[in-house]
């Protein structure tokens, strides 16, 4: 583990100076506790690691490199880097990313935007393009006053709200963001969901703007 390879490389270096855990505590202004944690657990703050790097005047980088080597291969949430800036890392919704929970997120989304995306196709083909001949499922909503009027009101807060849900289920779980603010400052992106999840996304999406592009059209606010 790479904790266990920050304890050896601190008692390599206290070692390699004959110092006793308790002369390294002294140097470093930590207690004798704090330095055997370090060495046995390689549990420490940066603020540890920092005054550890002090007392044997070499620069942190080397005790921090390891770290960083955590924060890569783990699942942390926010860290803070002294010296070499701050990373924000938001990984590992589902530690492992198993593909159990890939098929389950994209089993639930694909249930989550099935309506709705019929609702676009059927009046992108049937009432857009002109393909009458497609029978509106709908059409039982539409045809009757009062439901028109519910249908109308609360069909688009429902379509897109499913649509947003499914989206986000196949996103965020899989997806890892990096955010350098430092020496060289970077911004990575990786996501990690298969294919299954892809479709997902690919048609959440476009039904989302397709809805959008549509409401903009109806209301005047957009000219085709």
Known sequence: M?????GKKVKQLREQRSWTQSLLAQSSGL???TIQRLEKEGNGSAETLLSVASAFDVDVTLLTEIVDQSIESNTSVISVKFLRGVQLSFRGWFKDRLPMWKKVMAIIGASLITVPLLFVLINVLRYNLGFEFIPDPFDVFKSNKS?????NTLSPFIFLSSLIIGFSINLFPFLNTDLVLGKKPALSIEFHGDTKNTGVLFFAGSAVFIMLLYSLVENGILVL
């Not at 790479?2 to 920050?6: A, R």
């Not at 439901?147 to 249908?151: A, G, H, M, N």
């Open 147 to 151: 439901l028109k009027s519910v249908f």
């Open 2 to 6: 790479i904790q266990k390879e920050l």
């Open 31 to 33: 207690s004798l506790r």
